[in-house]
Each structure stands twice: as C-alpha cells, then as structure tokens.
C-alpha cells in the first residue's frame, strides 16, 4: 500500500509539473510547510520543498508565469522555454518522492516521470497553439485559469488521496497519449494554412522580375 501511495505521489507531481511546474512545487511546499501531509514515513523526501529558498524561488517564477501564460504568444514562448525545463523539474520532483530504489528502478522511474511530465507540457502547449489562432485574448486567460485549477485539485487530491491520484493521472496520460497526434495533425494544418496565405499576400505584392515589360530589352 505504501509503494501504490508512493507512486501516486510521484506521478502526480511528474504530471503537474509538466502543466504548471512553479505552482504544483509552490503548493506541494506549502502543505509540507504548513504539515498539512504530516510528513510521515513516506513523504520525508519532499521535506526539502517546503524550505524557505524554494517556497520563495518557485512563489516568484509562478508569478512571472502567472502573467506571461495569459498574454497571447508569449504563452507559446513561454512554454516553448519550458519544453525541456518542465519534463526535468518533473522527473526530479518524482524521483524525490520516490525516495532511494535499485539503480535500474530509478531509471525506469525517470522515464516513466520524465514521460508523462513530457505528456502533459506538450498538450498544454498544443492547446496554446490553437488557442492563439483566435485574436482575442479571452481563451488564453480562461484557459490559464482552468489550468491552475487542475493543479490546485490535483495536487489536494494527490497529497490526501495519493492512490486514487494514481489511477486518476494514469487514465490521464493514457487519455492524453491517444490524443496528442490529432491535436499535432491540428496544429501542422493550421499553420499550413497560414503559411500558405502568407505566400499568396506577399506574392501579390512582390513584381515579377522574370518578365521583361514591354518596350524594354535586357542588357
């Protein structure tokens, strides 16, 4: 039972971090700070999130991110940033909750975490490019907001409920990995799209300097 709560806690944090990184460290290390999770046995190893440096550290990056993720774009720039530094922070979040393991565990662990961290980043940042297709900025804040939700209850029910946390991020990612290709076939057409439009606009504008006009000759 223990090891089930173990890596219900793993994987919800491998799975949040890959949503929102800054706020899922930022909770976890309020509940550890405030024993909230009564740190028994099996939740020492997150101790070190409710440290003063790394409450501060990740309170100020969710605040930055807090702004950036509801400004058109810049959200994509913003995750773009994060591609690598999401499904990293989640591996290692992980792999702290998962405590010392055999060396072959710790890598499939890793995988494992560093996967589904990967999973959940890739279809936010794949919302957020549709999302920006619209030139109202009202779907990025809506869907900002949404997401911190899902972190915020996530993470309730990862730390008080941690093997249902494990069946309930599971489905997830399982749900997640069947969608993901259509969304990035989505993705690929509409910028296809704009890509084309942007050659027939600039081709429209641009002379043709292949045809010689009349009256003139080439040298």
Same mark, same amino acid.
């Given at each position: 039972? *223990? %090891? /089930?709560? *173990?890596?219900?806690?793993? !994987?919800g944090?491998a799975?949040?971090?890959?949503?929102?990184?800054?706020?899922?460290v930022?909770l976890?290390?309020?509940l550890?700070?405030?024993?909230?999770?009564?740190?028994?046995?099996?939740?020492?190893?997150i101790?070190? !999130?409710?440290?003063?440096?790394?409450?501060?550290?990740?309170?100020? !990056?969710y605040? +930055?991110?807090?702004?950036? $993720?509801?400004? @058109?774009?810049?959200?994509?720039?913003? $995750?773009?940033?994060h591609?690598?530094?999401r @499904?990293?922070?989640g591996?290692?979040l992980a792999?702290?909750?998962?405590?010392?393991? =055999?060396?072959? /565990?710790?890598?499939?662990?890793?995988l494992l975490?560093?996967g589904a961290?990967?999973?959940?980043?890739?279809a936010?940042?794949?919302?957020? /490019?549709?999302?920006?297709h619209?030139?109202? =900025?009202?779907?990025?804040?809506?869907l900002? +907001?949404?997401e911190?939700?899902?972190?915020?209850?996530?993470?309730?029910?990862?730390?008080?409920? @941690? %093997?249902?946390?494990?069946?309930?991020f599971?489905?997830?990612?399982?749900? /997640?990995?069947?969608?993901?290709?259509?969304?990035?076939?989505?993705?690929?057409?509409?910028?296809?799209?704009?890509? $084309?439009?942007?050659?027939?606009?600039?081709?429209?504008?641009? @002379?043709?300097?292949?045809?010689?006009? =009349?009256?003139?000759?080439?040298?």
């Open positions: 039972m *223990q %090891i /089930l709560e *173990q890596l219900g806690l793993g !994987l944090l799975t949040l971090a890959g949503l929102n990184l800054y706020l899922t930022f976890t290390g309020l550890v700070r405030f024993d909230v999770l009564h740190l028994a046995a099996k939740y020492q190893t101790e070190v !999130l409710g440290h003063d440096w790394v409450l501060i550290a990740a309170g100020v !990056l605040a +930055i991110e807090f702004v950036a $993720d509801k400004v @058109p774009w810049l959200d994509s720039l913003w $995750d773009s940033i591609t690598l530094i @499904p990293v922070g591996t290692l792999m702290q909750a998962l405590g010392e393991m =055999p060396a072959h /565990l710790e890598v499939v662990a890793a975490a560093g961290a990967l999973t959940t980043h890739s936010k940042a794949g919302t957020r /490019l549709l999302a920006n619209s030139p109202e =900025p009202a779907s990025n804040i809506a900002s +907001i949404a911190d939700i899902v972190v915020v209850a996530g993470t309730l029910i990862m730390v008080l409920k @941690p %093997i249902i946390a494990l069946c309930i599971t489905a997830v990612i399982i749900v /997640l990995w069947l969608v993901l290709p259509r969304m990035f076939r989505v993705i690929r057409r509409s910028f296809e799209i704009i890509r $084309d439009k942007l050659r027939i606009l600039f081709g429209r504008n641009t @002379p043709d300097y292949s045809v010689t006009p =009349p009256g003139s000759s080439r040298a």
